[in-house]
């Protein structure tokens, strides 16, 4: 059932860089095992399951789909590089922990979207080429989920109540994993990443957008430039504290 209230894109948009910079300014002060880790943390699982929602939505009405992808591409490369500086203070990612960021994620579910409408990869070889981008957004951020959530968006566009009822499924499948192996690998801290399951906080966000894009579409280049702009400054402030 659709919302009384109404969000548009552009408004979903600012939410999610708002939560995103809160999470990353946690990610690089704040231990995620205190009290204002966790809140921190909660606020910023908003961020994912909307820009996953809203490349779904990007891909269905952009009016370029080879332009949209060239765009967001040539993003995800800058970000890479962005985000391993953010989370290392070097432009390459350390020796065997490579994480590319969440914009090398959403470029590889834009290109599964574009794959599963294809009418030229068909057969056995889209669902091989599915399976190598499911697997190459293993080096990036929100791995694999990053990859799924489009195209189960996608897919169920004209479904809105089995968008959000898988998205719900998933959502806490993927932050009880986390949790589990988080419990595993630090048994003194079995509840450090509980603030997975604040994924669940998007649904009734994403309830509330009613396919209004609102805005300019000068805008646009602000969201491109913001997440690997963010991250520079947080870890260039953070070197400057040192």
């Known amino acids: 059932m659709a919302s009384k ?13 708002v939560a995103m910079t809160i999470d990353h300014i946690a990610w690089m002060w704040v231990p995620a095992t205190s009290p204002a880790g966790q809140i921190m943390h909660t606020i910023g699982r908003i961020t994912a399951p909307i820009m996953c929602y809203l490349l779904a939505e990007g891909y269905i009405h952009t009016h370029n789909v080879r332009k949209y992808t060239l765009r967001l591409g040539i993003t995800a490369v800058i970000s890479a590089f962005a985000f391993c500086f953010f989370a290392t203070g ?10 590319l960021g969440m914009i090398y994620t959403l470029f590889l579910a834009l290109l599964a979207l574009r ?4 009418e030229r990869i068909t057969g056995w070889k889209k669902r091989a080429v599915m ?8 080096l990036g951020d929100w791995a694999g989920i990053g990859v799924i959530w489009p195209l189960m968006f996608y897919i169920f566009r004209f479904d809105r109540k089995m968008q959000f009822k898988l998205y719900g499924y998933t959502a806490v499948a993927f932050a009880a994993l986390i949790n589990i192996e988080a419990a595993y ?11 997975q399951f604040g994924t669940m906080l998007a649904l009734p966000l994403l309830n509330c957008y009613q396919g209004e894009l609102g805005g300019k579409r000068s805008g646009k280049w602000f ?12 870890r260039l402030i953070a070197m400057c504290m040192q």
């Open 5 to 17: 209230y109404k969000i548009t894109a552009y408004q979903l948009k600012v939410i999610a860089i």
């Open 185 to 195: 690998k630090d048994p003194a801290h079995p509840y450090a990443s509980f603030f």
């Open 131 to 138: 399976v190598v981008l499911f697997a190459a957004s293993l």
């Open 115 to 118: 794959t599963y409408d294809s």
């Open 223 to 234: 969201f491109y430039a913001f997440y690997p702009l963010h991250l520079v400054i947080i």
């Open 90 to 99: 070097k432009i390459l990612p350390a020796k065997g922990q490579p994480n």
